[in-house]
């Protein structure tokens, strides 16, 4: 049974930062992309970025693009989010996701919370 497990999240003030991490496992995530994905409050869930898991090449989006970093540890099946200069509009659920290259995202994790405070 594959699980993604968030951590990390938490109250930061504006300017400041914190790493997520998202613990995968249940089976091996070689042909796999595991993205960041974060729902705002009363909005829709979107993607942030996503690391291949095999060749660790990134997608991100241009809102996070020089403030966010995604990397990967293979050996400890963990994908991480590294987030600076955050600000109030970055508040939302955090997701980590995985999905065969290619396809849908058929994996989530349960969320983790991040509240930036101005």
């Known amino acids: 049974q594959v699980q993604l497990v968030e951590s990390g999240g938490g109250l930061v003030q504006a300017g400041g930062s914190l790493r997520l991490s998202c613990a995968a496992s249940?089976?091996?995530?070689?042909?796999?992309?595991l993205g960041w994905f974060r729902q705002a409050p009363g909005k829709e869930r979107v993607f942030l970025v996503s690391i291949n898991w095999d060749s660790g090449s990134t997608r991100y989006v241009d809102s996070v693009k020089g403030r966010f970093t995604i990397s990967r540890d293979n050996a400890k099946n963990t994908v991480y989010l590294q987030m600076n200069s955050l600000n109030p509009e970055d508040t939302a659920v955090y997701y980590c996701?995985?999905?065969?290259?290619?396809?849908?995202?058929?994996?989530w994790g349960q969320g983790t919370q991040v509240t930036v405070s101005s």
């Open positions: 996701a995985a999905g065969l290259k290619g396809g849908v995202y058929e994996y």
């Open positions: 249940g089976r091996t995530f070689s042909n796999y992309v």
